[in-house]
């Protein structure tokens, strides 16, 4: 299908008419990890949607495989059992209301522990990665364009204090969580039906070259379709079917650190 993209200015509690994901088996809906607005957006898509299955780039599969709708019925108890404050991640109240939203929705997890992410770096992304390597296009390398401006963002979000020659190998481990994503979606469809949700960043979800591209790779008979997320009207970097806006989060100088 051809990806439009289309830009909405949405405010918190609205919802698109129409159904905008229907027919779709797999719907990435991205984010900024950090803006409450995004998640409450992605939850309400999701209770539209209500999906067979949720991935999340935040869990594991071990820590998915400990979600019961029962245990997911409580707030407290699920982000203990889950350790997700203890994460890194942003706080688990902004993407409980995901959870809560698809109650009976099986949990899927398509995080690279970082025991994984040091293997991948010593011997490749094909070897540590649980899927088929050469079906998900993993072999494959990226254009030379493409390689060049994925080590141009990893420098930006490294506030140009990477070692150059650490870019190439960052590049490879955003890939193998692409198709990490693409794997557990697969996963899941595969188990369950569709429609499955995948819940990531912008960057994750982006029809151009995100886990989308290795999904629809090793699976192309299913319909994928992505949200990105951005803000104060500026929309995300990539292609996605639908992008909306949300305001701007306040994040101080996250290079301050750096200098």
Do not use: K
Not at 43 to 51: D, F, K, T
Not at 52 to 72: G, I, K, N, S, W
Not at 76 to 98: C, K, Q, R, T, V
Not at 116 to 134: L, N, Y
Request: proline share 7%.
């Amino acid at each position: 299908m051809r990806h439009a993209l289309a830009f909405l200015i949405f405010a918190p509690t609205a919802l698109v008419a129409g159904g905008v994901f229907d027919g779709a088996d797999v719907v990435f809906l991205g984010e900024l990890h950090d803006n409450a607005a995004h998640h409450q957006r992605q939850a309400e898509y999701v209770a539209e949607i209500a999906p067979t299955a949720l991935v999340f780039e935040m869990l594991t599969q071990a820590q998915a495989d400990l979600v019961t709708p029962e245990l997911a019925a409580d707030e407290a108890a699920l982000e203990a059992a889950l350790g997700w404050n203890a994460s890194g991640w942003p706080d688990f109240s902004m993407y409980y209301p995901i959870f809560a939203a698809a109650p009976e929705a099986v949990i899927y997890g398509a995080a690279v522990p970082r025991d994984v992410a040091r293997r991948a770096m010593e011997t490749g992304m094909a070897e540590a990665f649980r899927g088929d390597a050469e079906a998900y296009r993993l072999t494959v390398p990226l254009p030379r364009d493409q390689q060049a401006a994925r080590e141009a963002l990893q420098l930006a979000a490294h506030c140009d204090a990477m070692p150059a020659e650490m870019l190439p190998v960052m590049v490879d481990i955003q890939r193998l969580r692409d198709a990490e994503l693409a794997y557990s979606a697969v996963q899941a469809f595969e188990a369950h039906g569709g429609p499955v949700v995948v819940i990531t960043g912008n960057g994750h979800a982006r029809m151009d070259w995100g886990a989308p591209v290795y999904l629809m790779a090793a699976a192309p008979g299913l319909r994928v379709m992505s949200l990105g997320q951005g803000e104060e009207d500026v929309p995300p970097s990539g292609l996605f079917d639908l992008v909306e806006s949300a305001p701007e989060v306040d994040r101080g100088d996250p290079c301050a650190a750096f200098r």
